[in-house]
């Protein structure tokens, strides 16, 4: 099963927005809405922020917002903030094994 | 408070076996399907194995089975990774992730434990 596709990096000013895309197959983000999000700081363990495609747990910022079309899911943070800089992984439920599959993660750069 | 906490990681050589451990706390561990995600060094996240609550049905990333085994014991709160014929490329650090109430997404991760295969 191979991994879902991020882009390897995004950049933005505090106080913008960016999007972030992964991409799948029916077979995985398309087929369904198991699409979930984690941010990650250098060193520390990876935070889920985003499950069900766009649903938040408890605790996280409204800023932060998940959106699916076809193949493709994506995360957007409004108004950017500098601790929002990290390492964001997709992930997706397959009915296959190995049950879930990893994006290979996108470093966000608050500029 | 929910707590994962990794251990048994360490040292191996090349062909050798270790296994992890992850004891849980602050919730009904015999409730959640359990689940190893793994970090090599400077590289993203790779799902290893998920285990189901009752530990009747498990999966594997392709790149450890037969190799690798999950286990649970629900009277101790805790879940296994038995790892054998080590490699160079299972280097990483290995966390434990509970799975979320309702669908598939991983809501409470340890800490990690680094496992390094080198002679």
């Known amino acids: 099963q191979s991994a879902l596709t991020q882009p390897a990096s995004v950049s933005g000013s505090p106080g913008q927005s960016i999007t972030i895309s992964c991409t799948g197959t029916?077979?995985?983000?398309?087929?369904?809405?198991?699409v979930s999000w984690y941010q990650q700081h250098p060193g520390k363990a990876p935070k889920l922020m985003i499950y069900?495609?766009?649903k938040r747990p408890s605790g996280v910022s409204n800023r932060f917002s998940g959106s699916k079309s076809g193949n493709t899911a994506s995360l957007t943070i409004s108004g950017l903030q500098a601790e929002d800089e990290a390492v964001y992984y997709c992930?997706?439920?397959?009915?296959?094994?190995?049950?879930?599959?990893f994006g290979g993660g996108t470093k966000l750069t608050v500029l | 408070e929910v707590q994962l906490v990794e251990s048994g990681g360490g040292l191996v050589q090349p062909g050798g076996s270790l296994r992890l451990s992850c004891s849980a706390s602050?919730?009904?561990?015999?409730?959640?399907?359990m689940h190893w995600v793994r970090q090599a060094p400077g590289k993203g996240l790779e799902y290893v194995s998920a285990?189901?609550?009752?530990?009747?049905?498990?999966y594997y990333a392709d790149s450890v089975r037969g190799r690798f085994t999950i286990s649970r014991d629900n009277s101790k709160n805790t879940l296994y990774l038995q790892m054998s014929s080590l490699r160079a490329e299972d280097t990483a650090v290995y966390y434990c992730?509970?799975?979320?109430?309702?669908?598939?997404?991983?809501?409470?991760w340890g800490q990690g434990t680094l496992v390094t295969v080198s002679s």
């Open positions: 029916s077979s995985d983000v398309g087929g369904y809405n198991y």
């Open positions: 992930s997706s439920y397959i009915r296959s094994s190995p049950y879930v599959i």
């Open positions: 992730v509970k799975e979320g109430m309702t669908t598939v997404y991983l809501d409470y």
């Open positions: 285990i189901s609550s009752n530990g009747g049905s498990t």
């Open positions: 602050g919730f009904t561990f015999s409730s959640f399907a």
């Open positions: 069900d495609v766009n």
